[in-house]
């Protein structure tokens, strides 16, 4: 059973890979290359928009959203683009994992954003 979550885990991170590869391609359309850009960010962004610690949802989004962003990323590319680029992918998966700080800066900017309404509200709740 465990054999087959890493192979599951790591056919992920090889499309993962593969869409940042595929990010570039001029055959993917417009509409993909966005969606591709979200996904990717976020799956290489060094912060969670759910952080890990939290029990149950820390885990969602790495379970989840990620896994169900390449399903809709991959169907959206041409497949003769994502064979090509799945290929290159293995060679990449022993290199570094390129890191996205850019997303890092939006999920930050996200959290203070809720920390700053959460306060408002908790200074009219009390204020009140």
Known sequence: ???????KARK???????LYLAYN??????????FIAVVVAYAFSPIDLIP???????YLDDLILIPF???????MMPPEVMAECRLKAKSMITQDKP????????IIGIWVVILILLGIWLVQLFAS
């Open 12 to 18: 992920l991170k090889e499309d993962t890979y593969a």
């Open 52 to 58: 890990d610690f939290i029990p149950v949802l820390g």
């Open 1 to 7: 059973m465990f054999q087959h979550l890493r192979q």
């Open 69 to 75: 962003g390449i399903v809709i990323a991959v169907k």
């Open 99 to 106: 890191v996205s700080r850019v997303a890092a800066v939006v």
């Open 25 to 34: 391609d001029p055959r993917v359309p417009w509409y993909a290359k966005l």
